[in-house]
């Protein structure tokens, strides 16, 4: 069983940044796929960017692209978003997401577990 708890979110400044990590207490988190979606007020959820179980490759979406990094460190069970230029409408909840089905979905129907989110606000 994957348990994705995520922190690090709160809020920043324009042109600020952040690192939001996702942890998971459970043995098998090496074999997923991770993926960062978040969702705006009134919005849909939306992909941000993916990991995959080595973390050999990574994929963002156009909007976060130059300005985004994920990472992760196995031996911690761990998944990182470095966000660095944040911009006012970066402010979301993000969650972290597990994929068993590998590489390259970023579509939310496709994950198999979610964590709970957490806000990031910034400010103009």
């Known amino acids: 069983q994957v348990q994705l708890v995520e922190s690090g979110g709160g809020l920043a400044q324009a042109g600020g940044s952040l690192r939001l990590s996702c942890a998971d207490s459970g043995r098998t988190f090496s074999i997923y796929t991770i993926d960062w979606f978040r969702q705006a007020p009134g919005k849909e959820r939306e992909f941000v960017a993916a990991?995959?179980?080595?973390?050999?490759?990574?994929y963002y979406s156009d909007s976060v692209k130059g300005r985004f990094t994920i990472s992760r460190d196995n031996a911690k069970n761990t998944v990182y978003l470095q966000m660095n230029s944040l911009k006012p409408e970066d402010t979301a909840v993000y969650y972290c997401?597990?994929?068993?089905?590998?590489?390259?979905?970023?579509?939310?129907?496709?994950?198999?577990?979610w964590g709970k989110g957490t806000l990031v606000t910034v400010s103009a």
């Open positions: 990991i995959s179980r080595t973390g050999g490759m990574t």
């Open positions: 997401a597990a994929d068993r089905n590998g590489f390259g979905s970023v579509k939310p129907d496709d994950m198999d577990y």
